[in-house]
């Protein structure tokens, strides 16, 4: 849905820009979108054709689809209903401003890429190396089994492992 959203949105400014009514417009939108943002507008066009308001049937789709992109489009139609406007202009800033934090994301996730890969290293190192050294010597890691010491040793090395694991998930992650 977010991935069609801007492209469908241009086209709804189109038909707008066209002199087209509202859902003559959401129509032409409907027939060349997608599929998952096609039976969404589909829902928006047959709300409005029986009476919601443009406002109200956006609201609704920013409320069945629970993503940040359909929440703008509800908010920016319902301010611009609500304070007059164009409705072409607005929703033409929209669906560049949705194609510009489409590419802002696509960065962040290329940058920290390289932050991923060496997490990956870094949590996979310790299991590697124990490996080795199970396969070239067992009885080097005997103490570790049989040794309540040892024992207390392995499960206080895999918490860190994992506590590491996780704060490197956490930095990894950006919210854009």
């Given amino acids: 849905f977010t991935a069609g959203l801007p492209d469908a949105l241009d086209v709804f400014a189109r038909g707008l820009k066209a002199g087209r ?19 969404e507008l589909v829902r928006c066009r047959d709300q409005i054709k029986m009476g919601t308001t443009l406002a109200d049937a956006f609201a609704d789709l920013a409320a069945r689809m629970p993503t940040a992109e359909a929440h703008f489009f509800g908010v920016a139609t319902a301010l611009q209903s609500e304070t007059g406007g164009n409705l072409t202009e607005t929703i033409e800033n929209l669906s560049a401003q949705l194609r510009e934090r489409r590419k802002l994301k696509q960065k962040a996730r290329a940058l920290s ?3 991923r890969a060496s997490a990956i290293i870094l949590a996979s190192l310790p299991f590697a190396v124990g490996l080795v050294i199970f396969l070239l010597n067992a009885a080097y890691l005997d103490p ?18 994992a506590l590491g694991i996780f704060m490197m998930v956490r930095m990894g992650k950006l919210d854009v």
Avoid: K, Q, Y
Wanted: charged share 20%; glycine share 8%.
């Fill in 113 to 115: 890429s390289e932050a």
């Fill in 21 to 39: 009514p509202v859902a003559d417009s959401l129509s032409i939108v409907v027939e060349n979108a997608p599929d998952p943002v096609r039976g």
């Fill in 144 to 161: 570790l089994f049989s040794d309540p010491r040892g024992r207390a040793m392995l499960i206080t090395g895999i918490c860190s492992i």
